[in-house]
T-cell receptor, first 114, second 112 residues
Framework: DTAVSQTPKYLVTQMGNDKSIKCEQN?????MYWYKQDSKKFLKIMFS???????INETVPNRFSPKSPDKAHLNLHINSLELGDSAVYFC?????????????FGSGTRLTVV | SQKIEQNSEALNIQEGKTATLTCNYTNYSPAYLQWYRQDPGRGPVFLLLIRENEKEKRKERLKVTFDTTLKQSLFHITASQPADSATYLC???????????FGSGTQLTVLP
């Protein structure tokens, strides 16, 4: 059983397109997150959701929007893709709003914008 | 600004030795430090958490220390094995929002 699953694993698309990445967790966790890992392997938080409420929104472009239909899902929509959006995007979840116990990450979505 | 730094980008050690990785933080006082392991093409995997009032935490061959005076955490792997080769990430909660901020990682290679 995959605890945090992301789809697709690879995404290649042209500049200007709109795309979505889906994330689902079966751990019953309260909070979900999106992280971006750049080419230097640096992980930076983008969003987190707790019980359908956005609780952290880092300074990301408003072309990025998280959508959470329920506690188990947090999808990431990206409009008007740019070359600089190319990165690996990780979904994660944790059992509390501000986790003391560590995050569970998905396996990542490698986005390439051409 | 708040920053987490992992001093070494890469560390090579011989099998059986103890690997020691360093994590330094500046401009804030995290309540918790966490360590993760990341293998190529995979997401980070949680290893250990240590609180600011704890000096040391152990789990099997892993040991983490937290020195609030030096603003530093050390991560040790004893009796290292080639299977321990991976990138190790330090992460900390920051400020009142307690978001998890990651360092850039140290790539550990254990040589047989």
């Amino acid at each position: 059983d995959t605890a945090v699953s992301q789809t697709p694993k690879y995404l290649v698309t042209q500049m200007g397109n709109d795309k979505s990445i889906k994330c689902e967790q079966n751990l019953g966790h309260d909070t979900m997150y999106w992280y971006k890992q750049d080419s230097k392997k640096f992980l930076k938080i983008m969003f987190s959701y707790n019980n359908k409420e956005l609780i952290i929104n880092e300074t990301v472009p408003n072309r990025f929007s998280p959508k959470s239909p329920d506690k188990a899902h947090l999808n990431l929509h990206i409009n008007s893709l740019e070359l600089g959006d190319s990165a690996v995007y990780f979904c994660a979840s944790s059992p509390q709003t501000f986790s003391d116990y560590g995050y569970t990450f998905g396996s990542g979505t490698r986005l390439t914008v051409v | 600004s708040q920053k987490i730094e992992q001093n070494s980008e890469a560390l090579n050690i011989q099998e059986g030795k103890t690997a020691t990785l360093t994590c330094n933080y500046t401009n804030y006082s995290p309540a918790y430090l966490q360590w993760y392991r990341q293998d190529p093409g995979r997401g980070p995997v949680f290893l250990l958490l240590i609180r600011e009032n704890e000096k040391e935490k152990r789990k099997e061959r892993l040991k983490v220390t937290f020195d609030t005076t030096l603003k530093q955490s050390l991560f040790h792997i004893t009796a290292s094995q080639p299977a321990d080769s991976a990138t190790y990430l330090c992460a900390a909660t920051s400020g009142s929002a307690r978001q998890l901020t990651f360092g850039s990682g140290t790539q550990l290679t254990v040589l047989p």
